[in-house]
């Protein structure tokens, strides 16, 4: 977690945006209630007015002591990560959980893929709980059990099913996982990706990577020093993916249409508009971003990176990030004597995970210090054994 040095007053974040309710707004969901999962929350949901929200929800966790272990993702908001015992990205957190064996309730404040990959991770005595079960990722969403069995298909009809090997990211749903622990696949992160995709080229000619087309075209172009001819795009809304047999037949990337709602509003506009604003700036993105933003960005990497990339930068230096704003609001109030802004002066929060608030912390607290077990996300036996395949060959990457 980023914090403030102490002793120094923290300046203002150097944000040209302030938050506002409309960026909690769904994106990428359109406004389909029918989409959501769990948007009801069973019980009294405290008023988010209630001016004991924190002491509640100290009192709750002081109650459980070790029995709870909280997780907070980087793009949780600021009222949730200080009740957190440890912040990461999704997958430090799922292993953070699995060190934890004593602690019986994993309350994981993040998304629901995320949740599952700790159940996945963690014992079977452990539980994990997500406080508000409609907190999803419109990127995992993008890819369904049936539309990658699918896709599956149309490349066995093409005749190379047996040339693939799937990597998936991190960023998907445990049957996604799964389908890739089966078909002799990988899971990777957006820290190494790259390892990942040389492993799967070691082991077949082709890689079908899922669900987030940029990481994978950024990777295999940035690092693989492929082509962008080599990669092509498979869309699961179009019959066969959109694709002739002779494309997939020639491609060596196959990316599932799939991205994150967040970093695909990154515009090659937003760099160079930030250039012009603020001479001398350093460009830093994810790579979840679009691939023309990507090339035009001085820094590319993953949420670690980017902390760590501030943390070691001069006093002085100008950054406009490049990923979720809750993030980058913390990382600017972390290092005042550095000019920290986000690339894009539209707001974008991950609304997604906007959602775990600190009304349903509270009550997920309160719920399990009263010995009710709620939200608890839980993978079928069959989906883990294939998933954690597919999450140790990761772990296996040189
Ligand atoms: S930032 Fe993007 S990938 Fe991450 S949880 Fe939100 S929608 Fe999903």
Sequence with gaps: MTTTPTGTEPRKAALDVAPTPLALLLLGREADPRSERGVECPGDLPSPSDPDLVERARTAKAKLGDRVFVLGHHYQRDEVIQFADVTGDSFKL????????????????????????????????????????????????????????????????????????????????????????????????????????????????????????????????????????????????????????????????????????????????????????????????????????VAAADYVGSTEYIIKTLDAAPAGSKWAIGTELNLVRRVANAHPDKEVVFLDRTVCFCSTMNRIDLPHLVWTLESLAEGTLVNRIRVDEETEHYAKLALERMLALP
């Design 94 to 293: 799922a292993r953070d959980a699995a060190a934890r064996p004593e602690a019986e309730y994993i309350v994981f404040c993040g998304v629901h893929f995320m949740a599952e990959s700790a159940d996945i991770l963690t014992s079977d005595d452990q539980k994990v709980v997500l406080p508000d079960l409609a907190a999803g990722c419109s990127m995992a969403d993008m890819a369904t059990a049936e539309q990658v069995a699918e896709c599956w298909d149309v490349l066995t009809e093409a005749g190379i099913a047996g040339q693939v090997v799937p990597v998936s990211y991190m960023n998907s749903s445990a049957d996604i996982k799964a389908f890739t622990g089966r078909h002799g696949g990988t899971i990777c992160t957006s820290s190494n990706a790259q390892r990942a995709l040389e492993w799967a080229f070691e082991q077949g000619e082709k890689v079908l990577f899922l669900p987030d087309q940029h990481l994978g075209r950024n990777t295999a172009v940035r690092d693989l020093g492929m082509s962008l001819d080599d990669c092509v795009v498979y869309n699961p809304h179009k019959p066969n993916g959109g694709l002739t047999a002779e494309q997939l037949r020639s491609a060596k990337m196959i990316l599932w249409r799939g991205h994150c709602s967040v970093h695909g509003r990154f515009s090659l506009d937003s760099v160079e508009d930030v250039r012009n604003r603020i001479p001398g700036v350093n460009v830093l993105v994810h790579p979840e971003c679009k691939h023309e933003v």
